[in-house]
């Protein structure tokens, strides 16, 4: 369960900015293609944040889509699955997005200056 | 970033079997605090979750460039024949360049044994609850290994489809060994880890007239998701394919 690895990293990377402050809100953007399910991520991130700041945030989800460029036939076009096939018939086809990870941002529960 | 899957970082234990290393003291991989950011009730943050990971992954590159040491990381279920595959290269690559092992496993130090016994030096970690390695691990493990300059350092990661792909450990190649006996939907049913890797060793071919699997198809379903990735059958019961094998590793 590699998500229980990854939340953790959210908590690090949060207080990494924000140190002691509350955090009331974390908003992640997870791909589609990431290999990463932000329903495991949520079952985690209760786990993780009990007696940090985060403890109690409300979590929100980015879902970016997979897309790919074909480098045939130059199209771009969506991924449904990890299976890189252009419509054209071409394998040779690059993924561009849809394996994002991170943390986007995070409304603190009160107004503090974040050194 | 010794919070792995369930366990929390003073489960994961790193072990120097006996006669592997002649270490005195630790070597420390130097990490940098990070400054940090803006003001307000929103605070952006932007920062990729893994990026911790891929910071000290960077610094176990950067230590193995600077030692010449090419570090190759193996992955794949449990039981596709990583530490068997290790063990035959070792005998066979021995007098052609120094080779070292990086050994992980949720518990035991079983493997570590297996290559101790052909005389390479190795270092078990041991992740406890933990089902992959981190670039942390590995910086651990370096340090305790000690590999000799010039040396080919082989990581047999947890024996695991799906969390190993996603930690960049600082390798330069990543190898994916999967066997016959798994079936051939397994390059679609992980792909993240088919997806990265540069080179799919298909293990157990001897075991092909007994199982229902086609190698072109298996290969195929390969290249579905890492278009171009080279696919090398191999027996390490046999040897076949050890020769393909070992010039690849020597090419690195
Ligand atoms: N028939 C056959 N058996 C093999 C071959 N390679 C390995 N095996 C057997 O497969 C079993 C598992 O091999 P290991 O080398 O322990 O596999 P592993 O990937 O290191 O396993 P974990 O570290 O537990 O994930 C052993 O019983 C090996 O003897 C092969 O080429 N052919
Ligand atoms: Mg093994
Ligand atoms: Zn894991
Ligand atoms: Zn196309």
Redesign the pocket.
Not at chain 2, 203 to 207: G, H
Not at chain 2, 234 to 238: A, F
């Given at each position: 369960m590699h998500e229980l690895a990854i939340t953790q990293g959210v908590v690090d990377v949060v207080t990494a900015r924000t140190g002691d402050v509350p955090v009331a809100g974390v908003r992640l953007r997870v791909g589609r293609l990431s290999g990463v399910v932000p329903d495991a991520m949520r079952f985690c991130f209760e786990l993780v944040t009990a007696g940090t700041p985060l403890e109690g945030a409300a979590l929100e989800f980015e879902r970016p889509e997979g897309r790919a460029r074909c480098r045939t036939c130059g199209q771009d076009f969506v991924l449904r699955d990890p299976v890189l096939l252009c419509g054209c018939g071409s394998a040779d086809v690059e993924v561009v997005a849809g394996r994002e990870l991170s943390v986007v941002s995070v409304v603190l529960a009160e107004r503090r200056a974040v050194t | 970033m010794c919070g792995t899957c369930g366990c929390g970082g003073s489960d994961v234990r790193v072990e120097v079997l006996a006669g592997a290393s002649q270490h005195g003291g630790h070597e420390h991989i130097a990490v940098h605090p990070h400054p940090s950011g803006p003001t307000g009730d929103v605070v952006e943050i932007e920062t990729a979750l893994l990026a911790k990971n891929d910071h000290l992954a960077a610094h176990n590159r950067a230590w193995l460039a600077e030692r010449g040491v090419v570090a190759v990381n193996?992955m794949?279920?449990?039981?596709?024949?990583?530490?068997?595959?290790?063990?035959r290269t070792i005998t066979e690559l021995g007098p052609l360049r120094p080779v070292a092992v990086v050994?992980g496993?949720q518990e035991t130090r079983l493997?570590a044994d297996?290559i101790r016994a052909t005389g390479a030096r190795v270092v078990q970690i041991n992740t406890g609850a933990g089902c992959h390695l981190d670039a942390a691990m590995l910086a651990r493990g370096l340090a305790e290994l000690r590999p000799a300059p010039g040396s080919l350092v082989f990581v047999?990661n947890?024996?695991n489809l799906v969390c190993p792909a996603l930690f960049d450990l600082g390798e330069a190649a990543r190898v994916v060994?999967v066997?016959v006996t798994e079936g051939e939907d397994k390059p679609l049913k992980y792909p993240t880890m088919f997806a990265l890797a540069d080179l799919v060793v298909v293990?157990?071919?001897?075991?092909l007239p007994y199982v229902d699997v086609r190698l072109d198809r298996l290969a195929e379903h390969c290249r579905s998701v890492n278009p171009g990735v080279r696919v090398l059958p191999?027996?390490?019961?046999?040897g076949e394919g050890m020769q393909p094998w070992r010039d690849w590793l020597v090419a690195r």
């Open positions: - | 193996l794949s279920s449990p039981g596709s024949g990583k530490t068997s595959l290790l063990c050994e496993d493997d297996r047999e947890v024996g060994v066997s293990n157990k071919v001897d075991l191999l027996s390490v019961t046999t």
